[in-house]
């Protein structure tokens, strides 16, 4: 459940489409912690990273 319950879709390698993003900055640096622990290259800094995932519907993912 990223984001509080946040469901994620795949569109193209990379990319994930969340239906309900993180409405608070909270919110998101949990999303982003999530995040880490599934792409560590994706998140350096869960708050910075969440700062960018608050209400944004597209999240891309990267691995090295």
Excluded: F, I, K, N
Aim: with cysteine; hydrophobic share 40%.
């Amino acid at each position: 459940m990223v984001g509080g319950g946040g469901r994620l879709r795949g569109r193209r390698p990379g990319e994930l489409v969340v239906d309900r993003p993180p409405l608070d900055p909270r919110g998101a640096a949990q999303a982003a912690a999530e995040l880490h622990a599934y792409c560590l290259d994706t998140v350096q800094d869960p708050v910075e990273t969440g700062d960018t995932m608050v209400r944004s519907t597209m999240w891309s993912l990267w691995w090295d």
